[in-house]
């Protein structure tokens, strides 16, 4: 499942990141991509731990699509 957060903003060595149902997610600063501000969106990958080769290649197709769909 791919999910959009969007950065809403800094504090102290945290990102407070939004999603767009509004929940709130703390990120450490240092684990962002360096070229981020507020307002940047960032998209997560969750899964499972038991994700199989069939399920690898759906990410991978997730992934470009949303890449592509972006750009």
Known sequence: MLIRLTIAKYCRDAA???????????????KLPSNVQVGSVLVFNIL???VSDDGSRVIAKEIL??????S
């Open 48 to 50: 499972g731990d038991n």
């Open 16 to 30: 407070i990141l939004r999603s767009e149902d509004n929940h709130s997610f703390v990120w450490p600063i240092e």
């Open 65 to 70: 699509n949303e890449i592509f769909r972006s």
